[in-house]
């Protein structure tokens, strides 16, 4: 029997599976059978939410160099894992609640709810810097004046005709302005600086990963990127990753307070993202669904609503994840007839 190619489904979701079979078998052998419950709930919840993600993370990461995608999945699935959803929360409390690391990692271990709670209260931060930068992200791509496909008539074509370089960020900024002045705002100068951190970083790594990309390309026409060009790009890669896992990590504790539950669930949710990424480069799933990225961008933009919305009301996770779902489907179905049409 012939073994799989690099590019086959078996290949590339190996080490998901592996992983997860271990993992939940441990969590089950150590922990109990409610923990392995809890556990692959949070699975489904990462993978469910971050399919959007993976839509994004793919076509970035069709335009680098294949070392830049090995790194994408073996250093980049430590950050996403290790960093994103053990670590940085744990950096996050330590500053916001003015407390050493050893205190917080001590919380997080031996008082979950204490913890869950000091976690929290950095919700403001979060979800102004993620809500700004994924606002950033989806505004970018709609008034994109290159961009030739359109799902959506009636909104996209406006948008488009009315597209300046510098619209975006403008847009962006107002609405941080915006959100900060509202009487209701519990606080008001956290969201500010914490939003237009989210702004600043979305414009200085994204315009550096294009600037070393054109540069790169005047050399060599049409070749993927490579050196400091595919770097900008990974980090660009890790900190969408971190935009969309910051309020995922928040929404985990409704389900246990356990953190290592937490961090094995989420982990693994993650690493089955950056498997599917991978399985949409390789097989051109993007191209195969034209309307799939921007049903992507649409759910970015309800997202990124619902953070900054975040900032005054209470709103369920499942909101932003029902809604995602809905467009995303909504995409693929409209992506299949009009392939129908023009083959």
């Known amino acids: 029997m012939p073994m799989p190619t690099k590019t086959h489904p ?29 556990a692959s709930i949070l699975i489904l919840i990462e993978i469910t939410f971050s399919f959007e ?6 076509k970035v990461l069709s335009g680098v160099s294949e070392f ?29 609640a003015g407390l050493p690391m050893g205190s917080v990692v001590d919380l997080a271990l031996n008082q979950p709810d204490t913890y869950a709670h000091e976690l929290e209260a950095a919700h403001i931060s979060i979800a102004s810097f993620g809500g700004m930068f994924l606002l950033m992200l989806c505004l970018h791509f709609f008034l994109d004046p290159k961009r030739k496909v359109h799902w959506i008539d009636v909104i996209e074509k406006p948008l488009q005709d009315m597209s300046k370089w ?55 026409p049409g070749t993927l990127k490579t050196g400091m060009a595919g770097f900008m790009a990974f980090l660009y890669l890790e900190v969408l990753d971190a935009s969309f896992s910051f309020d995922g990590v928040i929404g985990a504790f409704a389900v246990t307070k356990d953190v290592v539950l937490i961090a094995i669930g989420l982990g693994i949710g993650a690493l089955w993202v950056r498997s599917l990424t991978i399985y949409m480069v390789e097989h051109h799933v993007l191209h195969a669904y034209r309307y ?8 970015i933009g309800v997202l990124s609503a619902v953070l900054l919305a975040g900032i005054f009301f209470d709103i369920p996770e499942i909101i932003a994840g029902a809604a995602g779902l809905c467009i995303i489907t909504a995409s693929i179905v409209s992506s299949v007839r009009q392939n129908r049409r023009n083959p």
């Open 292 to 299: 799939l990225e921007h049903g992507a961008h649409y759910t």
């Open 53 to 58: 993600n993976a839509i994004i993370n793919a």
């Open 166 to 220: 510098w619209l975006y960020t403008a847009c962006s900024f107002v609405v941080l302005t915006v959100l900060s002045l509202i009487p209701a705002n519990p606080d008001p100068r956290e969201t500010f600086i914490a939003g237009l951190i989210g702004i600043v970083t979305y414009v200085a790594i994204h315009g550096l990963a294009e600037l070393f990309g054109r540069k790169q390309s005047s050399v060599k």
């Open 10 to 38: 078996f290949r590339i979701f190996f080490i998901s599976g592996l992983v997860t079979i271990l993992s939940l078998a441990a969590v089950a052998g150590f922990i109990g059978p409610e923990a392995l419950f809890v």
């Open 68 to 96: 830049w995608r090995k790194i994408f999945i073996t250093i980049g699935i430590l950050i996403a894992v290790v960093g994103m959803r053990l670590v940085f929360p744990i950096v996050i409390v330590a500053i916001t």
